[in-house]
Each structure stands twice: as structure tokens, then as C-alpha cells.
């Protein structure tokens, strides 16, 4: 059962056990974020809390972020994320996005960022007018997948240095798994981390991981499940 909690008055997290989603509001339209692990009623959901018109983004196509897709007529999600998504059977209509498109919700312009690294399409979202980013899962505080064909995890420091040209833009970034929001100041150290897993300098504990054999990499602020 999925645990709705307003964060002001115009924004709410859901809470899908081990991961979240997230509704924000504008004057005109609202935003779900991502459907959640366990959630086919997310739409429904969603729609209990504004009547207001509802558009659907991704920040990425994994299983545990899309259950409820398939009520919405069409997803917004990154140009390059329709192969994961359609590698998990998911149908309908995909609306691509691409680095520095904006959605605007009236009166709250949501950005749009390339992030790719833990999938080929993640994208972050920049709340400006709220001084918020939604990280998506490659920037949090709990154990981050780095392993598998849609994972790069060179691309992934990149894509997160890359978010230093938004530098003071936001104060708080949204994450969907660990705590509800981590400081910015957690980009640097995972960039750290994900840098030292590269270069040898970091060591992991072997695990198993649906079948597949991979290292945790744990650092005090975050992790990272990895295989080279």
C-alpha cells in the first residue's frame, strides 16, 4: 500500500517500500514522477490528490520506477531510455526529452537534464522555482546499480560533474530510493567514490544480485553494486 506524504502545498512524495515517486503541481498542470515498484494505481493515486491535468515523466525505465505506466496515455522520459523500457514489455507512447527541454506546469518549469550512467536515458528534473533537483536513482544515498548492459559507470561521472553548471540552483535533491532528499554535497563524493571503483582503489564485497554475481562498493554516504 503506497504511503502518500505532502511536502508543501503544492508537492507530495509517494512512498512504494523501497522506493518513491513524486507529484508536483503548477497552477496549471500537474507532474507524476516516475509509477513506482507496486504501484499500478499510481495515476489513480495521483488524481485523489489535484484534479488537475496529469502528465507522466520518467527518470528512467527500470521495473521499479514504471508499474503504473500503463494507465497513461503517453510517458515523458529520455530520448535514449526507450530500449530499457521496452526491454521490460512496457507499451504506449514514449515522449522523448532532451537536455534543456522544459515542462511547464504553469507558473513551476520543471528542466529537463541528461544524466545518463545508471541507464542510457536517466535524466534529472530541475525544480528551479523550488530549488529542488530529482536526481532519480544516480544521485542518493542508498546503494546505487552499476551493473548490467544499460550502465556505464564512466558515463556516470561525467554526467554528474556535468551538473556543476547548475551549481546553486538547487538546495535539496529528491532522491527515489534511500532518504527522501540528500544535500547536494553528496554529488562530489559519489563522483569520488565512482572514480576510485575505476581506478582500483576501492574495495568490494561480492554479492549476489538477481543471479548475477557483482561487488558492493560502500562507502559512508552511499553505495554502489558494480561489475566490471
Known sequence: MAE?????????????????????????????????????????????????????????????????????????MGAAEEENYRAFGATGKIVPLHNGDIIELGGRPLKIIDLPGHTKGSIAILDEKNRVLVGGDSIQDGNIFMFGPQRNLTTYIQSLKNLSAYDGLFDEVYAMHGSFFVSPSIIPKLIQGAQAILDGKATGTPVDMFGNKVNLYKFDYAGFFYSN
Open 4 to 76: 502518500v506524504i505532502q511536502i508543501n502545498k503544492d508537492t507530495w512524495r509517494i512512498e512504494d517500500g523501497m522506493v518513491r515517486m513524486f507529484l508536483f503541481c503548477g497552477e496549471e498542470k500537474a507532474a507524476l514522477i516516475d509509477t513506482g515498484m507496486n504501484v499500478p494505481d499510481a495515476k489513480q493515486i495521483a488524481q485523489g490528490i489535484t484534479s488537475l491535468p496529469l502528465v507522466l515523466i520518467n527518470t528512467h525505465a527500470d521495473p521499479d520506477h514504471i508499474s503504473g505506466n500503463s494507465a497513461f496515455d503517453q510517458a515523458y
